[in-house]
């Protein structure tokens, strides 16, 4: 019997993934969820310093505003507080300078990380994104702000290519050790409407195939993985949006398979041994002889791994 999904090769990636280096990750909740995978197996990973962003042109403005000494700030005030339109809503404080500082402070720890890093993963979650009509540019979260003040538009691959490949040229000079690695969301935005979402995921798609061959960067197949090779709703969560634990697993184990030496697996089998003991509760007398496995097992990894972090 053939099995229930259509299987395909996945290009390896060069370099390794190496647990020696750390792993940078921006862009949509997928996002998040790999690189809680990322480190939950070993490897040191950092993950949307502001939030969650989704849209191309709000990630390119946070990189670019990595990059840059004095990037230009769009803070309002919205009641008692003040956010940032390029930041979530956990960068709200009750005056402007101490919104200021925890932004610079983020920016430069996020741009330190990728001096360490050997590769960076960008998900690009939409290409429907919200225009602030006070200054026209797309926004990286709406704040519960009024709809009124936003415009929504569907942003052409065009303008999503002529805004990366500046920035992916400074990331080279800047670090030419680090991999830029693209890749789409699978989370379906169904809010847009199904049609919308589908013309927004093709979008990101051509987009990030102008960028690969015009650059040095790469390909991963997230998007595809779980929506041709699973196909299959018992891969999401109830809510038939967002992928399940399995699938973001199933996503996870494809990125090992096609990214990582067989060094690499191992360790990250023996750190994955590690977490499920520590997370055994033992029975009655068992505790102490469970206690001396475990800090065996964790001495046994720092010896590997001098970095890994319980």
């Not at 940032?84 to 956990?90: E, G, L, Y």
């Not at 990582?260 to 003991?277: A, D, F, N, P, S």
């Amino acid at each position: 019997m053939q099995p229930f999904y259509l299987s395909f090769s996945i290009p390896e990636l060069r370099p390794e993934l190496s647990h020696s280096k750390g792993l940078a990750f921006l862009g949509s909740c997928f996002s998040d969820e790999i690189a809680g995978k990322a480190n939950y197996t070993g490897f040191s990973a950092v993950s949307n310093p502001v939030g969650t962003v989704f849209h191309p042109l709000a990630l390119a403005r946070f990189l670019s505003n990595c990059l840059i000494e004095n990037p230009i700030e769009r803070i309002d005030s919205i009641e008692d507080r003040f956010i940032s339109w390029d930041a979530s809503s956990k960068f709200c404080e009750g005056n402007r300078w101490g919104l200021l500082t925890k932004l610079t402070e983020t920016r430069k720890a996020f741009k330190h990380a990728l001096s360490s890093s050997s590769h960076l993963f960008i998900t690009f979650g939409t290409a429907w994104g919200y225009l602030l009509k006070e200054d026209g540019i797309i926004v990286s979260n709406c704040h519960k702000a009024p709809a009124q003040s936003f415009t929504k538009s569907l942003t052409v691959a065009e303008e999503i290519v002529n805004s990366w490949l500046p920035i992916i040229e400074e990331m080279n000079r800047l670090f030419p050790d680090l991999t830029i690695v693209f890749t789409v969301s699978p989370v379906r935005h169904v809010r847009d409407g199904l049609v919308e979402n589908n013309q927004s995921k093709a979008v990101l798609i051509d987009a990030v195939r102008q960028m690969c061959a015009k650059t040095e960067s790469v390909y991963f197949p997230s998007y595809e993985i779980v929506i041709d090779e699973l196909r299959d709703y018992r891969f999401f969560k109830q809510d038939r949006i967002h992928p399940s634990e399995e699938a973001v697993d199933y996503v996870w184990n494809r990125l090992v398979e096609s990214s990582c030496t067989i060094e690499t697996k191992g360790m990250i089998e023996e750190v994955v041994r590690y977490r499920k003991l520590k997370a055994h509760v033992p029975m009655g007398d068992d505790h102490s002889k469970h206690d001396k496995k475990l800090a065996e097992k964790l001495d046994a990894i720092r010896l590997k791994l001098p970095s890994f972090k319980e």
